[in-house]
Nanobody
Framework: QVQLVESGGGLVQAGGSLRVSCAASGLTFSTYRMGWFRQTPGKERVVVAI???????YYPNSVKGRFTISRDNAKNTVYLQMNSLKPEDTAVYYC??????????????????WGQGTQVTVSS
């Protein structure tokens, strides 16, 4: 049974930093594309960072230069380091895993497994 468990969310002031983690079990972690998505009420889930098994990463312009995704295959864990946080970064953050290596890597519907989400709130 595959499980993704996020941790590390919380409340931070604008300009601050936060790191969220996602521990995976029940899958061959090193072979999965891992992603971080976020969602606010009434809106669709959007990508914030992707990590491919080979080390390639992707960030949308909204977080590029501020967020960093990393993975520790020995610990089956993926991290999202968030710096220079803004109030508009407030959302529930989810990690996700996919065996799909296609070009639609930013489409949340193409991910097979999801964590329960962790709330990140950035105050102004």
């Amino acid at each position: 049974q595959v499980q993704l468990v996020e941790s590390g969310g919380g409340l931070v002031q604008a300009g601050g930093s936060l790191r969220v983690s996602c521990a995976a079990s029940g899958l061959t972690f090193s072979t999965y594309r891992m992603g971080w998505f976020r969602q606010t009420p009434g809106k669709e889930r959007v990508v914030v960072a992707i990590s491919w098994p080979g080390g390639t990463t992707y960030y949308p312009n909204s977080v590029k230069g501020r967020f960093t995704i990393s993975r520790d295959n020995a610990k089956n864990t993926v991290y999202l380091q968030m710096n220079s946080l803004k109030p508009e970064d407030t959302a529930v953050y989810y990690c996700a895993a996919s065996r799909n290596y296609g070009t639609d890597y930013d489409n949340w519907k193409k991910y097979d497994y999801w964590g329960q989400g962790t709330q990140v709130t950035v105050s102004s």
